[in-house]
């Protein structure tokens, strides 16, 4: 059974870091495309990063590009999302999302097939 399951959501400080983790079961993450996304109160989800395979390709989206590092540990079947200068508007829970087929647009969730249940990140002072 396919299952992911992120974790290491918290409260944090603006200007702090944390690091998600996206750990995948049923399946190894090797020839995976693997998508972080958040979703804000009221708003839609949107793409934040992508590693689409384990050549070392990595996408971000502008607002977390130079503060966002995606990475993938294959023998942990576990993907990484760390953050660092978080900002207030970082407020959303995180979810990340799994595809097995060729990516169209990396920023588009119904390229993935399969999703986690979320971890929540509160950016507050």
């Known amino acids: 059974q396919v299952q992911l399951v992120e974790s290491g959501g918290g409260l944090v400080q603006p200007g702090g870091s944390l690091r998600l983790s996206c750990a995948a079961s049923?399946?190894?993450?090797?020839?995976?495309?693997i998508g972080w996304f958040r979703q804000a109160p009221g708003k839609e989800r949107e793409g934040v990063s992508c590693?689409?395979?384990?050549?070392?390709?990595?996408y971000y989206a502008d607002s977390v590009k130079g503060r966002f590092t995606i990475s993938r540990d294959n023998a942990k079947n576990t993907v990484y999302l760390q953050m660092n200068s978080l900002k207030p508007e970082g407020t959303a829970v995180y979810y990340c999302?799994?595809?097995?087929?060729?990516?169209?647009?990396?920023?588009?969730?119904?390229?993935?097939?399969?999703w986690g249940q979320g971890t929540k990140v509160t950016v507050s002072s």
């Open positions: 999302g799994a595809t097995d087929s060729d990516l169209g647009n990396w920023r588009w969730e119904n390229e993935y097939d399969w």
């Open positions: 049923g399946f190894a993450l090797d020839n995976y495309a």
């Open positions: 590693t689409p395979s384990s050549d070392g390709t990595t």
